[in-house]
């Protein structure tokens, strides 16, 4: 007998039983082959999802940084040109 059921697509077409595993799939496609023989992706996905707070926070600032240095007015610091940077 045919039940229904739910489950997630990732990029690929894949279907995953919750969505953080379609997410982890999508992440794994994304970063590619890591490690010898691609063995590392699945782990290092799975970090990425597990680290996203302090990731978006990161580029976050980075971007923050960008925009001040190119003068943009919505973003305030100080910004200190070092010798050799670039």
Known sequence: MAIECTAYRDDKGGLHPTPERATLADLASVLGRVGEEGGMTAGVAKLIFEKREDI???????????????????????????????
């Open 56 to 86: 978006e926070r990161v580029f976050a600032e980075h971007d923050h940084m960008l925009a001040a240095a190119a003068g943009d007015a919505g973003a305030s610091g100080e910004v200190i040109t070092l010798k050799g940077a670039g």
